[in-house]
């Protein structure tokens, strides 16, 4: 059984804040509250509707505190747009938090999260990044070719300490 939107059942707009779902809960509670009725039947009927508006009442909390921690969420495109243009200006760092704020995530997004963190010279999270945009798209060659670059950057940029263990191993 699909399960009403929680905004719904409280009677509130969708992605309202939790101040609003409060107020909203409050009156709701007020009309429904069993100890009000006398019949057996009503009062079995309003514990039913007490139980949905305490269950809508968590979840549209919990989706009120998500969208109002840190910044908003904007739409993947829109995110996506916005970190383009911040690597167009040469500021890696910023494009990177406006990614972030992408609603959704495609193959696309991951490919352009590798990009920026091949700029920041973070290699092996670009080669995460990038591994998963080809398991969302495994006939991409851009998404291939990504992580291919982002493995030999890893390899190449190795501490030499590590390469110097590697060296002796292959000696033995």
């Known amino acids: 059984m699909l399960e009403p939107n929680p905004f719904e059942v409280l009677d509130v707009k969708p992605g309202a804040d939790e101040q609003t779902v409060r107020a909203a809960y409050r009156r709701l509670v007020k009309g429904c509250h069993p100890d009000q009725f006398q019949d057996a039947q009503q009062q079995k009927a309003a514990q039913e ?4 508006l305490n269950l809508a009442y968590e979840a549209a909390l919990k ?16 995110a996506k747009h916005f970190a ?3 690597m167009e200006q040469g ?3 910023s494009a990177l938090r406006q990614l972030g704020r992408a609603d959704s995530r495609d193959a696309d997004w991951y490919c ?5 963190l091949m700029a920041l010279r973070q290699y092996e999270n670009a080669h995460q990044s990038y591994r998963e945009a080809v398991r ?7 998404y291939r070719q990504g992580a291919l670059d982002a493995a030999l950057a890893m390899k190449k940029n190795r501490p030499l300490g590590a390469k110097l263990a590697d060296w002796v191993r292959g000696k033995r």
């Open 49 to 52: 509707k007490l139980v949905r």
């Open 63 to 78: 989706l009120a505190a998500r969208t109002t921690v840190g910044f908003n969420l904007i739409s993947q495109e829109e």
């Open 84 to 86: 383009c243009r911040l």
């Open 91 to 93: 500021n890696p760092e």
């Open 112 to 116: 352009l999260q590798g990009d920026i």
């Open 136 to 142: 969302r798209d495994p006939d991409n060659r851009v």
